[in-house]
Each structure stands twice: as structure tokens, then as C-alpha cells.
């Protein structure tokens, strides 16, 4: 489902401190298939944040998807770590709650609700480094950045159960709108049978231009099976 597979790619930049209030709508072809809504606010150095998506529109008459999501960390030399995620996901009637406790940028613990059979594509979450929650990911990158600050990135993402990089290219300005051609790519934790039907997506990230001469993510892109997925800020 799109919007179940989008959802991760939004992973973190480089911080600055603020609030968001923000909604996004997914479309198919031109057609509303979801929506996307987070809210989140810094306080000292510890942020909070909540986020809920939903499949909407014909896509929401085909299949039965929801999910929300809360995360809290700490702010670092200006960057996001996360403390707690947890995630509670409805897909086509199966409810399915993780949680999962960070040490720093390495996870110390997950639990999930109910409880999951163990899968000989399981990976140990506390062997994984450097990652960052997705919700964490996603209030940190809807920040406004310096332009120069929007590409030329990568970042792993670990979700509970697995580990996923973005790759953001070299950036192209437009008159104050910078584009980043961009590569999402699965890599630990997923079946074989998931790495053969999609390991990997190119998408193209769209920064527009915000009060300060910042640049934040107005729109992302990315062809699917089902026709070109626009990702797209009210």
C-alpha cells in the first residue's frame, strides 16, 4: 500500500528548533488515495511529537489502513534522538501496536502488542546503530532548512523491525525551489520475498522556499505500480 510505504521515507535533516502543524495529502494519478497530519513542538532540549495517516478516497475503499504514531527525545547539538516511539497500525482489520526504547541512536529494547513470532529475517534491534525513529524522522525533516542543507544526505531509519536508508542527491535550484533526486532503499529485517517485489524506490524530494530564506518539503514524488505518488503540503 502507498501510504504505508511513504510514510517512512520522510527522515531526518539537520534540526532547528520550532513547532509543526502540518498536513499532507497523497495522491494517485491526480486522485486523493491518503492524508498524512503531524503536530509536534520542542520544549528546552526535549521535543514531543504525534502523527496520524489514513488512506482515503478510492484507495481507502480498497484497503483499510491507519495508522499513529508518538514520539519524545532529547535535542542534541541541534539534532533530534530519539527516547520513545511507539506505533499503533491498522492494516485491513489487524491492529498492531510497537514500542520501542532508544539508548542515544542505537534501539535498547521493542516490544509489540500483540506479541510477534519470531521470523528467520528478524534482525537484533540493539545491534543496529546510528538510526533514528520514524516519527522522530518525520518531525525533524518537515523543520525549515538552509537550502544548502536540503540534499547530499543519508540517513537509516529503524522502524521496530527493520532498517532502511534514504539517499538525497545532489541538489537542483529554481528560483528559490531546490530539488533532491532521491533513493529509498530497503536493508535489513525484510523477507526475501519483500526485497525481491521492492528493494528499492527513487523519488524526487521538493523543498519550497518559507519565511527567512529557508526552504522546507513542500512535495515529494515517486513513480509507483499504480502511477506517479505526489506527497503534497496544504
Known sequence: MVLRFIL??????????GNVDAQYTLSLRG??????????ADSGGSYSVS?????????????KYGFEGRAQGQIRDGRYISTTYSEVEVDDGERT????????????SVTFDPARAPEPHDIDPTAQQG????????????????????????FDLFDGRHVSRLT??????????????????????????????????????????????????GEIRSDTSLGQAVLRRQ
Not at 502523527?51 to 484497503?63: C, E, F, N, Q
Not at 538525497?168 to 517485489?197: D, F, M
Open 51 to 63: 502523527s496520524a495517516a489514513k488512506a482515503t478516497g478510492l484507495v481507502g475503499a480498497l484497503v
Open 8 to 17: 517512512p521515507l520522510l527522515l531526518a535533516l539537520p534540526a532547528h528548533a
Open 31 to 40: 486522485i486523493t488515495g491518503g492524508q498524512i497530519a503531524i503536530r509536534g
Open 168 to 217: 538525497l542527491g545532489a541538489p537542483r535550484e529554481t528560483g528559490g525551489t531546490v530539488t533532491c533526486p532521491a533513493e529509498y532503499r530497503r536493508l535489513r529485517g525484510y523477507s526475501e520475498e519483500q526485497l525481491a517485489k521492492r528493494e528499492a524506490v527513487e523519488m524526487t524530494f521538493v523543498f519550497t522556499p518559507v519565511a527567512g530564506g529557508r526552504v522546507q518539503v
Open 131 to 154: 538510526v533514528v525513529d520514524p516519527l522522530t524522522a518525520l518531525y525533524a525533516v518537515l523543520q525549515p532548512v538552509a537550502p544548502d542543507a536540503a540534499c547530499d544526505r543519508r
Open 97 to 108: 501496536v510497537a514500542t520501542t526504547e532508544f539508548n542515544g541512536t542505537t534501539p535498547a
